[in-house]
C-alpha cells in the first residue's frame, strides 16, 4: 500500500512538472506577443506637439511614406500568417468583445461551475460603444425575455488545451473534452444560461453567476424554451427537438445547465402536439430520447455548515449565508486539489470579503469557519436584490 501511495504522488508530482513548463511556454509565448504589440506601438507613436511643429512638406511626404511602408509591411505580415495557416489546414476567426461581465469573483478559485449553481449571485453586462454608436439601442425588446443565453470568452485560460480533461465528478477519470463543460476547450467560448433582472440603458443586470470578473462578452442571445428546450412524451418517454405547447413554462421543464438533478424530466414538459400548425407534408425528425452519463446525473451535494464565529461575521458583514453555501454544497475544488491535499482548509473570494472553510472529505461535508472583509479591495457595485452577496 505504501509503494501504492509513492506511485501515486509521483504521478501527480510529474504531472504537475508538465503543467507548470506548458504554462512557461505559454507565458513565453504571451510575452513575446506583448513585446511585438509593444514595439508596433512606439513605431506608430507620434508626439502631438511635435506634429503641430513639423507642418513642412518635407516632413510630410516622409511621414506618408512611412505610414505606407508600414502599412505594406503590416499586409505582408497578414499574407503570411494566413497563408501559414492554410498550409498548415487551420482557418482563423477573430472576434471583437461587445461587452464585459462583472462579478463577485476577481479570482477564478471557487467560480461556479454553472450557472445554476451562482443563481443567486448578480452578475452586469456593460456594453461598449466600440461596435455600436448607441449600444443601448441594441439591447430594445431584449427585456421582454426572462433569460438570455450569454456567450463569452475564457481569457484566463492560458493553459494548452487537451483532447481529454478530467471532469471533477468523474474522480480524475479522463474523458473527450467535447464531452464536457471544461473550459479548457480549442476554442475558449463560454454559453451560460442567465436571468434578466433589469436592462437600464447599455447594462444589463442577471443573476446565474458562473464567470470571473471581467470576462469578455461575445455575444448576447434571448432564451427561447420554445426552441430551446427539448420535450419528452408523457406516455412514452420519448424526446422531440420541435417546439411544443407548455414549454412557456419553462421554470418546471428547462434543463438544468450541468444536467444535476436525476430526474429527466426535469430536461422537457409536455410532449409534441400534433396540433401546433405544421402541414401534413411536413416531415418530421424521428423522436429520440433525451440521455446524460450516469455520472452527469448522479446528484453529489456536500453538506454546509457554519461554526458560531462564522455567523457572527455574516451578521455583521451583512453577507447572504445562502450564496456560499450554493458555492460549496457543489464542491468548488478542482480534482488536483481534491487528491493532493484532501480534506484540507480552503479558501475564496466573494466581492469584499474572503471565505475560509474545512472540507471533510469522509463525512462529504464541508465547515465554513471565517468570513472576513478584504483590506483594500475594490469591487463593481453589484448591491440591490437579497439575493446578491
Not at 506634429?51 to 511614406?65: C, L, M, R
Not at 473527450?176 to 433589469?198: A, D, Q, W
Not at 478542482?334 to 479558501?347: A, D, H, M, N
Request: a negative charge; charged letters at 25%; glycine letters at 8%.
Amino acid at each position: 500500500m505504501h509503494e501504492d501511495d509513492l506511485k501515486s504522488q509521483l504521478t501527480i508530482a510529474r504531472n504537475e512538472i508538465n503543467n507548470l513548463r506548458q504554462q512557461v511556454r505559454n507565458l513565453q509565448h504571451v510575452q513575446r506577443k506583448d513585446i511585438e504589440t509593444i514595439n508596433r506601438l512606439l513605431q506608430d507613436f507620434r508626439c502631438e506637439g511635435c506634429a503641430s511643429k513639423n507642418t513642412g512638406v518635407k516632413d510630410k511626404a516622409a511621414g506618408e511614406k512611412e505610414t505606407q511602408e508600414l502599412q505594406r509591411e503590416r499586409a505582408q505580415e497578414h499574407e503570411q500568417g494566413h497563408s501559414q495557416g492554410q498550409s498548415n489546414g487551420e482557418d482563423f476567426a477573430h472576434f471583437r468583445p461587445i461587452g464585459v461581465i462583472r462579478t463577485a469573483f476577481p479570482e477564478k478559485r471557487a467560480v461556479p461551475r454553472q450557472s445554476i449553481v451562482g443563481s443567486r449571485l448578480r452578475g452586469i453586462i456593460q456594453l461598449n460603444d466600440g461596435v455600436f454608436t448607441n449600444p443601448e439601442h441594441s439591447l430594445e425588446g431584449l427585456g421582454d425575455f426572462s433569460h438570455l443565453w450569454l456567450i463569452y470568452h475564457f481569457h484566463r485560460n492560458n493553459a494548452h488545451p487537451k483532447a481529454k480533461v478530467a471532469p471533477p465528478r468523474l474522480g480524475g477519470e479522463r474523458v473527450g473534452v467535447f464531452s464536457t463543460r471544461s473550459p479548457h476547450r480549442p476554442c475558449p467560448i463560454g454559453l451560460s444560461l442567465v436571468e434578466i433582472e433589469k436592462i437600464e440603458n447599455a447594462t444589463i443586470s442577471f443573476f446565474g453567476t458562473d464567470m470571473v470578473d471581467g470576462t469578455p462578452v461575445l455575444d448576447i442571445k434571448p432564451y427561447i424554451p420554445y426552441y430551446d428546450a427539448p420535450s419528452l412524451s408523457v406516455d412514452s418517454g420519448r424526446s422531440s427537438a420541435g417546439p411544443h405547447e407548455n414549454s412557456l413554462d419553462f421554470y418546471d421543464s428547462r434543463q438544468e445547465p450541468d444536467g444535476e438533478e436525476s430526474d429527466l424530466e426535469l430536461y422537457g414538459a409536455a410532449g409534441f402536439s400534433g396540433n401546433s400548425g405544421i402541414g401534413a407534408d411536413a416531415v418530421l425528425p424521428p423522436p429520440s430520447a433525451v440521455r446524460v452519463p450516469n455520472w452527469v446525473v448522479a446528484s453529489h451535494r456536500l453538506s454546509v455548515t457554519f461554526n458560531e464565529h462564522a455567523e457572527a461575521q455574516l451578521m455583521e458583514l451583512q453577507v447572504e449565508k445562502q450564496c456560499i453555501v450554493d458555492i460549496l454544497e457543489a464542491d468548488p475544488r478542482s480534482v488536483y486539489l481534491r487528491t493532493k491535499y484532501g480534506s484540507q482548509i480552503f479558501t475564496f473570494q466573494l466581492r469584499e470579503v474572503t471565505v475560509t472553510c474545512k472540507f471533510d472529505d469522509k463525512a462529504g461535508s464541508v465547515t465554513v469557519v471565517q468570513v472576513r472583509r478584504n483590506e483594500n479591495v475594490q469591487v463593481t457595485a453589484l448591491d440591490g436584490d437579497p439575493r446578491t452577496a
